[in-house]
Nanobody, 121 residues
């Protein structure tokens, strides 16, 4: 069984910062790309940032220069450092990872349960 558990969400004032974490655990053989998505009320889930196992990153235009994705491969963890937060960043943030579980010869897509980020004064 593989699971992703996010943490670090909360309430922050505009201009503030938060750091999200997502730890993968269970019977894991390897982890390929990891990513963060977000979903605001009434909107579709959208990609925020991705990071490959080698550390290459990509960002959505709306977070470039403000958010930084990173990972610790030894701990199967991905992070999202969010700076200069805006009210429009308010959303549930989800962790996503492409994982090959042990004893399974396929790469599967896993999601965390989501963590709420609210940016408000």
């Amino acid at each position: 069984q593989v699971q992703l558990v996010e943490s670090g969400g909360g309430l922050v004032q505009p201009g503030g910062s938060l750091r999200l974490s997502c730890a993968a655990s269970g019977s894991i053989f390897s982890i390929n790309a990891m990513a963060w998505y977000r979903q605001s009320p009434g909107k579709q889930r959208e990609l925020v940032a991705t990071i490959t196992s080698g550390g290459s990153t990509n960002y959505a235009d709306f977070v470039k220069g403000r958010f930084t994705i990173s990972r610790n491969n030894a701990e199967n963890t991905v992070y999202l450092q969010m700076n200069s937060l805006k009210p429009e960043d308010t959303a549930v943030f989800y962790c996503n990872a492409a994982i090959r579980p042990r004893y399974v010869s396929a790469i599967l897509d896993f999601w965390g349960q989501g963590t709420q980020v609210t940016v408000s004064s």
